[in-house]
């Protein structure tokens, strides 16, 4: 499946939160995240977040599709961070 996450963290949890993505996903801006992973993977990931995070004031957004080419994207502006595959 194909996601986009994106968190809200306190100041001293977003290191590792940022860590913890980065090892799943891509990531394409501050405190956003995309990429394709599995159903196991993505359980993984979120058991991990709730030992970052603090439930009460921290919070991660999950938006899921099955398919990355029904999800059409745009930036406008600079993008911070391009994917590129390499072969």
């Keep these: 499946m194909y996601v986009i996450l994106v968190y809200d963290m306190g100041e001293k949890r977003v290191g ?3 860590k913890l993505c980065r090892r799943y996903l891509n990531w394409i801006q501050n405190s956003v995240f995309e990429g394709e ?26 938006f899921k ?11 406008v502006g ?7 595959n390499f072969l």
């Design 78 to 84: 600079q993008e911070r961070s391009t994917l590129d």
């Design 16 to 18: 590792k939160m940022l």
């Design 37 to 62: 992973i599995t159903e196991v993977k993505l359980k993984e990931l979120k058991i991990r977040s709730k030992e970052i995070m603090e439930e009460e004031s921290d919070s991660i957004i999950i």
């Design 65 to 75: 599709s099955r398919n990355e080419k029904w999800l059409e994207k745009e930036v």
